[in-house]
């Protein structure tokens, strides 16, 4: 939003402030100022000038000499220029020796500006230079009555009637102004026009807010007798206000009104629209006007619209509507699209001699979602998208007919069609200045906090101890906002710097994010690097990776608006940002890749949705190049340890994942609960992702292992007594996984089995057909005494007997 300092000046008197000093005072009171735009920077002794005589140049066809007076008491400057439409008698601005303006004829902005110094052209003396709009910083499109190639002429405007000679010609023009751009929340309606700003402007300087004084305004007949209005869907109408004007005379708008609306970026157009335009950036309440000889019925209707309805904005648009679409209708058809845009049927023309004025209170959703739905944004919409003050709507409608009657634009009549089933009230906020005191660390006193309030007009009301807010002030409702006025005007600045109050806390961070800390410190570690993708995948992800078409994994949470159908679905499996990460590297020839990443999975409970899904977060592990399934075990299984899981983690190599090595995968099973997978990427899914190595891909469900996980891990000293060690040589049948010797040999080694390692594994031509050769290596120390033989004889004879029920052998 933007505003010039003149218009808030208008209701802020005596406000003096260099455009810096607004621009930081404003911010820390809570209207954050962007930056701000000096309309006059680089232009320099520039005043109105009147051409006296004019003669031709002695030795150029396109060049005259003129003899322009520049003050009041008579003095003249000879100038040469090239202009074609100045006259003798015109009143020009001039820009006077040693002087500058902002840039050159073709309205580009020169850095700096031009300096104009005295010189001669074509041998004839010129001091100074008559200036075009474009050479004053602006523009035809701002300044309407500017020629398209020539000088700028006072005196062809009757606004500038009684402009003086030598007076300054950018203050003339409107152009000594500084324009301010403003970052307003959404939840500051009342920002959203002048008017708020200048609020907030009184009260961070201390001065008095004058608003605009509402007269009224009408004839003695009465607007009912010509207008009829019914609102047909109050929950997307909460108010709607029409008047009418008869008599009308489009002209243009006077030059102060132009000059503020095109400081605010808007065209003027005529008197009809400004006042429209005008009145929306005052009270940031949109109008519409409507040609009443237009209105069928002599009555408005506000209702959804039909589905398969058609209507023609008014930018010659035809508009496919539907029932979520609210519109403006009179007793035959739809004439405008409420809060976007009228209709071409209805709109404002030289021929129209009566107007309907109308202002409304929209739903701003429903606003916002239309818009969206026709593709069409407006300013009016984006002002109702925020959620206007129903209450404004009179006052800002009665100041457009109050503008229409001073600017003698026409004859309003009198009263109004008001509908407003529900009007909204004040609110009242219980006030506790001590907390107020406490939440800052400040020591003010409870008036001193009233008087912040009294100057942006929320009122306090002594025997109840509420303060009362307006119905534009909608972000005010707890006592915490009332602390936030406080702060803002008290100054941020100001603010004393206190210590922390209530319990202690530990510091520390959560135990679920400690868990995830832990796995990424191992990983690292380990020599992988994070990586990050997007949970938005395509349906395509399924198929690369060969996932069977009953598989619950392809049951995806649909997007209702994508950016695309590459991003249309939630995840299900974290495979497919991880396995792209690792094919981006491996095409760019990066060798020896390992990455990781802690990412979301979203599994629906029903589809559609009717409850929120199981948001589940995953540690995926993957690589190619050096390394193996065994390494990436390892790794996996280092987490689990440095976690406390590693003592009963079991794995189940008949996992069938589909996208995974057959007879290289594993499930990871920690108490009978599958806790993550890894295993070997199967050779289809890699040519699907254009991996050209062999990838290895680890996965754990971090819900199931923060669920398990403990850092509760006792010392233990140094043992005292010696330890004893034993080898095993055996021969196992292929298919008996070595997990399974292992949970044989420590479940029936007893209290002083210390440990168990398997050192060697053999397959080959010395070992008999269907088995393999294990070896392991058993340590066994008790904590209390120095083991005698019979108590290694005796686990010894446990664990042989145990394995012997496997079918494993002692090889001889």
Request: proline letters at 4%; glycine letters at 8%; hydrophobic letters at 35%.
């Amino acid at each position: 939003m933007n505003t010039p300092l003149s218009w808030i000046k208008a209701y802020v008197p005596g406000l003096t402030v260099t455009p810096q000093e607004y621009t930081d005072r404003m911010t820390l009171t809570g209207t954050k100022v962007e930056g701000y735009e000096e309309l006059d920077k680089d232009l320099e002794k520039i005043v109105a000038g009147k051409i006296l005589k004019i003669e031709r140049h002695p030795d150029a066809d396109k060049l005259i000499v003129c003899q322009v007076q520049i003050t009041e008491e008579g003095e003249t400057v000879q100038i040469v220029t090239g202009a074609p439409n100045v006259s003798e008698g015109d009143i020009v601005p001039v820009v006077l020796d040693g002087g500058r303006v902002a840039g050159g004829h073709d309205g580009n902005k020169t850095p700096g500006g031009i300096k104009i110094k005295k010189g001669k052209l074509r041998g004839i003396e010129s001091c100074g230079m008559m200036c075009s709009i474009e050479e004053l910083g602006s523009s035809k499109e701002m300044y309407p009555d500017a020629p398209d190639n020539g000088i700028y002429i006072f005196s062809n405007n009757e606004a500038y009637k009684d402009i003086r000679i030598g007076s300054c010609a950018i203050e003339a023009l409107g152009l000594k102004d500084v324009v301010f751009e403003y970052e307003i929340t959404s939840n500051r309606v009342d920002c959203f026009g002048v008017l708020g700003i200048a609020r907030e402007a009184a009260a961070t300087f201390n001065k008095e807010f004058v608003p605009p004084a509402i007269k009224e305004t009408g004839n003695s007949e009465k607007t009912s007798d010509y207008i009829k209005v019914a609102i047909e869907d109050s929950d997307l109408c909460s108010r709607y206000v029409a008047r009418v004007v008869k008599n009308i005379k489009i002209a243009p708008s006077p030059e102060w009104m132009q000059r503020r609306l095109a400081a605010c970026g808007i065209r003027p157009i005529n008197n009809i629209v400004d006042i429209t335009n005008y009145v929306m950036e005052e009270y940031a309440q949109p109008m519409h006007a409507y040609d009443l000889g237009q209105i069928a019925g002599k009555q408005i209707i506000v209702r959804r619209g039909k589905d398969g309805e058609e209507f023609t904005t008014l930018d010659g648009q035809v508009r496919k509507i539907d029932s979520s679409i609210l519109m403006i209708c009179d007793g035959e058809k739809p004439v405008g699209i409420a809060g976007i845009m009228g209709g071409e049927d209805s709109k404002i023309t030289d021929e129209a001699t009566t107007l309907l004025f109308e202002a409304a209170c929209f739903n701003g959703t429903n606003i916002r979602l239309s818009g969206k739905k026709l593709g069409l944004r407006t300013d009016a919409a984006a002002k109702f998208e925020k959620g206007l003050d129903p209450n404004t709507a009179m006052e800002a409608i009665d100041r457009a007919c109050q503008l229409i009657e001073e600017l003698g634009a026409g004859e309003v009549v009198g009263g109004a069609a008001d509908v407003y089933p529900v009007p909204r009230k004040e609110t009242r906020v219980p006030f506790d200045y001590n907390r107020t005191n406490k939440v800052l660390g400040t020591d003010l006193s409870k008036e001193t906090m009233i008087s912040y309030f009294k100057k942006i007009d929320l009122g306090y009301d002594e025997a109840a101890n509420e303060v009362i807010v307006p119905s534009w002030r909608q972000d005010v409702n707890l006592q915490a906002d009332l602390d936030e006025e406080v702060a803002r005007f008290f100054g941020y600045d100001n603010i004393p710097t206190t210590l922390p109050t209530g319990e202690a806390t530990t510091g520390k961070l959560p135990f679920k994010l400690r868990i995830e800390n832990v796995a990424r410190i191992v990983a690292e570690q380990c020599g992988f690097s994070e990586a990050m993708s997007y949970s938005f995948e395509s349906p395509r992800v399924f198929d690369k990776l060969l996932l069977p078409k009953e598989d619950v994994k392809r049951q995806a949470i649909a997007i209702a608006n994508p950016l695309g159908e590459d991003y249309s679905l939630m995840r299900t499996l974290p495979l497919n940002g991880m396995l792209l990460s690792l094919s981006t590297n491996y095409n760019r020839r990066n060798k020896n890749v390992r990455l990781y990443e802690l990412c979301n999975t979203y599994q629906p409970k029903a589809l559609p949705l009717t409850e929120l899904p199981d948001e589940r977060v995953q540690l995926v592990l993957g690589f190619y190049g050096e390394g193996d399934f065994f390494e990436l075990k390892g790794v996996l299984e280092e987490i689990l340890t440095k976690v406390g899981l590693k003592e009963r983690v079991n794995y189940n190599p008949g996992n069938g994942k589909s996208y995974l090595h057959p007879g290289r995968q594993a499930e990871i099973i920690y108490d009978k609960t599958v806790i993550g997978y890894l295993g070997e990427v199967h050779p289809d899914v890699l040519e699907n992702y254009e991996i050209g190595e062999k990838t290895y891909i680890g996965i754990l469900d971090m819900p199931e292992i923060v669920a398990r996980a403990s850092f509760d891990i006792k010392y233990q000293g140094i043992a005292k007594y010696p330890a004893v060690t034993r080898d095993l040589s055996m021969l196992v049948k292929k298919e008996i996984m070595a997990g399974e010797v292992e949970s044989v040999i420590r479940k029936n080694g007893g209290n002083i089995l210390e440990a168990c390692e398997l050192f060697d594994i053999y397959e080959g031509t010395q070992v008999k057909e269907g088995h393999k050769s294990m070896a392991y290596s058993l340590t066994f120390r008790a904590k209390d005494r120095t083991l005698e033989e019979k108590d290694i004889t005796e686990a010894m004879n446990k664990i042989l007997k145990n394995l012997g029920n496997m079918g494993i052998e002692l090889r001889q």
